[in-house]
């Protein structure tokens, strides 16, 4: 045998045929998976971006909710689904991940992804039969007949969207947001009494306590929790048993109630069937809002690490009123310089969640009559969404937020030159005279306090009084 042909029949030995509706399809003899994952593999080499570990986990989960609902229906026989479910346990448990070979950018309803599914669980539950020496004379475990019995990628795949998004929201998104929130009232805590110059279209404006500033913050992140959970409720409905077209075609009667129990109790979840699947299987609309509300988390976390990002600036020349715990050096060529980098790359995960917004607003346009067929990209662009915010927010509570500093006597000092001091003297002297104050303390650098002296306005004793920064920051 010459070289050439030694390394044709190494490269045969590697593969092994399989058959499907269409024909035969060389794939490789260690995969699970069959021709039509082969075929998609072959035709969507685009991105080279997976689903990732939340969405295999929320599909294996399906699917054995599915095999379980099956067999309690007696529909599928105890060895099969028994087989399937343990297949579907390596799923979600990540062991079978090296199977899931195929891109996001692939058939937009996710068919190829499905089959990849039902082909490797068909495998791997064919093979656990086998190694647990039963009689498998005859019994021939199929991917369509068997682990996708009485269901359609165009229920699986939006149910297995809501299934991974909600608990990365739960188990992800949720904590963090709670632990961001515990972060900002404890540095509220920390802070009371500091009172700081406000800022209004970044001009001076009247006094605040820094307290009060972050116990702003702290409102906007229980808010953002709460959009957080008003996504979860949003994705509650399930579209499964609607199976090709909302129909149920295919679907044994009771099948969705009780695969869904099934779901819930393996994921302690309260999901619950969709009440019109036609809906449930044409539209994305629920994807839609969930996504709006990650990206008005996103819009909220921005405004924060922004914010205490210029409070922190300088720390000389800029406004200097925050310090920043330092995480790593800020320059390659300047000794000693220290960067907000924390809550930079915040920022940078809530533009690239903005992002991920419009494309899914996109893909909630792609619905046509009985299917939207963008369900890959909400997938790919919700978790990862959710996922970048789950990170960047628990790093940013952890490593910024808990290590921030006041400089107290930097606050004392601008508020003192802040010519808005001079609102507090309106209601006494006049606005027209007030402002002719702020204006001569700003022409001659001088601050209102000693500008309302010299021009003896008001006794001493009542100007003290008015311009105490501390009677500033409440109502009066």
Not at 84 to 92: G, K, L
Not at 181 to 199: D, M, N, Q
Not at 204 to 223: C, E, L, N, W
Not at 256 to 270: K, M
């Amino acid at each position: 045998m010459n070289e050439r042909e030694k390394d044709r029949a190494g490269a045969a030995a590697a593969f092994r045929i399989e058959r499907d509706s269409m024909g035969e399809m060389a794939v490789p003899r260690e995969a699970l998976w069959g021709a039509q994952t082969q075929r998609a593999v072959e035709n969507f080499p685009i991105s080279g971006i997976r689903f990732d570990r939340r969405f295999i986990h929320a599909l294996g989960s399906v699917k054995r909710a599915c095999a379980q609902a099956n067999r309690t229906l007696g529909h599928l026989p105890a060895d099969i689904a028994d087989a399937i479910i343990v297949a579907c346990d390596e799923v979600v448990a990540g062991q079978l991940d090296a199977h899931f070979p195929l891109d996001v950018f692939q058939t937009g309803s996710g068919t190829s992804t499905n089959m990849n599914a039902n082909e490797v669980i068909a495998k791997r539950a064919m093979q656990l039969l086998q190694r647990q020496g039963a009689s498998v004379a005859g019994v021939v475990i199929h991917p369509n007949d068997h682990v996708n019995m009485s269901q359609s990628s165009n229920d699986v795949i939006p149910t297995a969207i809501h299934v991974a998004l909600t608990l990365a929201l739960r188990d992800g998104l949720v904590p963090a947001l709670t632990r961001l929130t515990g972060a900002l009232e404890e540095r509220a805590r920390h802070f009371a009494g500091v009172v700081k110059s406000g800022r209004t279209h970044l001009q001076d404006a009247t006094p605040i306590r820094m307290d009060q500033v972050f116990g702003g913050y702290a409102a906007q992140t229980r808010s953002a929790l709460e959009r957080a959970l008003r996504a979860q409720d949003v994705l509650r409905a399930l579209p499964l048993g609607g199976t090709a077209v909302g129909t149920g075609v295919n679907c044994p009667a009771g099948f969705p109630a009780v695969a869904i129990d099934v779901l819930n109790d393996h994921l302690g979840s309260a999901f619950v069937e969709a009440a019109n699947h036609v809906e449930a299987n044409a539209a994305r609309d629920a994807l839609v809002e969930a996504s709006g509300h990650l990206k008005t988390i996103a819009v909220a976390l921005h405004k924060i690490a922004n914010d205490i990002r210029w409070m922190a600036s300088g720390p000389r020349n800029g406004l200097g009123e925050l310090h920043l715990p330092a995480v790593q050096p800020g320059s390659s060529i300047m000794p000693g310089k220290v960067n907000p980098v924390i809550a930079e790359a915040l920022i940078m995960v809530c533009a690239q969640v903005v992002g991920f917004d419009v494309a899914n607003t996109l893909g909630g346009l792609g619905g046509s009559f009985e299917l939207n067929t963008m369900m890959p990209l909400l997938a790919h662009n919700t978790l990862l969404a959710a996922e970048m915010l789950t990170n960047a927010t628990t790093l940013f509570a952890e490593r910024c937020v808990a290590g921030l500093e006041v400089h107290a006597a930097r606050c004392e000092t601008l508020v003192e030159r802040n010519l808005a001091l001079a609102t507090a003297l309106a209601p006494v002297i006049g606005y027209d005279r007030a402002a002719e104050i702020a204006k001569e303390a700003g022409r001659s650098d001088r601050t209102v306090r000693e500008v309302a002296r010299a021009w003896g306005v008001l006794p001493e004793e009542e100007l003290d009084a008015l311009l105490d920064p501390q009677r500033m920051t409440e109502p009066r």
